[in-house]
């Protein structure tokens, strides 16, 4: 008995107190922070840099929802025109606010994140169930989801908690390209969730297609039929992310 009290007290609280405010290491890339008045480089090879076609110009953007965070922009500018901030709070409920320019700073990228309708709040604001789907990818976004609900995140003390079958769910988090074979079964899994849900996409595969956006053997048809609510980009995304991106959708403090 003594052991295991000796090992609880020297692993200390694991759990991050304050996911509002969390410290995380500087070597994360998060929000990027452009500056196009110190662009020395050609544009166009700037834009030849990015392998998801991510980097637009005239005016020089980001797309978000493209990015994979591989930090090949930051690494070609060489006079700091793009560097990317450990500012991890990215998420947004349009995908144009995933397209960030000069102008954006954490706090104004931060308001772009609008609250849920007065129905949802009614029902999900108190305890969220979601359903999630890898459709196709990695299984980087899955790790990162699942870390969501672990002993130094644990998202299960905001009430929001994956779940294991649609039925249960209010709601289903989509990670992956959405490749042919996993299109019906996306399909069956929303038709199963209870009315009113919401649709999360979770990971730049989600949101775009990622490095997988030009292969034949996605079918991405689910999305141009329902509305997505929330979407949370990386390349995976980090757990704060996804579950600052969720309380604010939430209109939780």
């Known amino acids: 008995m003594l052991n295991p009290l000796q090992i609880r007290w020297q692993l200390g609280h694991q759990t991050i107190s304050d996911v509002r405010h969390a410290a995380i290491d ?28 991510a980097i637009l110009t005239g005016p020089l953007r980001i797309d978000l929802g493209k990015c994979i965070f591989c930090g090949d922009c930051e690494r070609f500018c060489k006079t700091g025109a793009i560097r990317f901030t450990n ?10 606010d995933l397209m960030i320019d000069g102008s954006l700073t954490a706090q104004s990228y931060r308001e772009r994140i ?26 980087a976004c899955d790790m ?30 989509i990670t992956g390209p959405i490749s042919e074979n996993m299109a019906q079964p996306l399909q069956d899994a929303y038709e199963a969730v209870p009315d009113p849900k919401i649709i999360i996409l979770a990971g730049s595969c ?16 689910f999305l141009k039929k329902y509305r997505v609510d929330l979407y949370v980009p990386g390349c995976p995304f980090h757990p704060l992310t996804f579950i600052n991106g969720v309380l604010d959708f939430l209109g939780r403090t």
Do not use: W
């Not at 500012?87 to 144009?96: G, L, N, Q, S």
């Not at 309708?117 to 990695?138: D, F």
């Open 26 to 53: 500087e070597k994360f890339r998060g929000l990027p922070k452009i500056r196009e008045e110190e662009l020395r480089e050609d544009p166009e090879a700037l834009r030849r840099q990015c392998p998801t076609q």
């Open 87 to 96: 500012e991890y709070k990215i998420a947004a409920t349009a995908r144009e």
């Open 114 to 139: 609008k609250l849920a309708n007065k129905e949802l709040l009614r029902i999900l604001s108190r305890s969220l169930r979601l359903r999630s789907v890898s459709a196709g990818g990695c299984p």
């Open 144 to 173: 990162e989801l699942n870390a969501c609900s672990n002993v130094n995140f644990d998202m299960g003390r905001f009430g929001i908690e994956i779940v294991a079958s649609p039925r249960h769910a209010d709601g289903i988090v």
């Open 206 to 221: 989600a949101i775009s297609g990622g490095v997988f956006a030009s292969s034949p053997a996605l079918k991405r048809d």
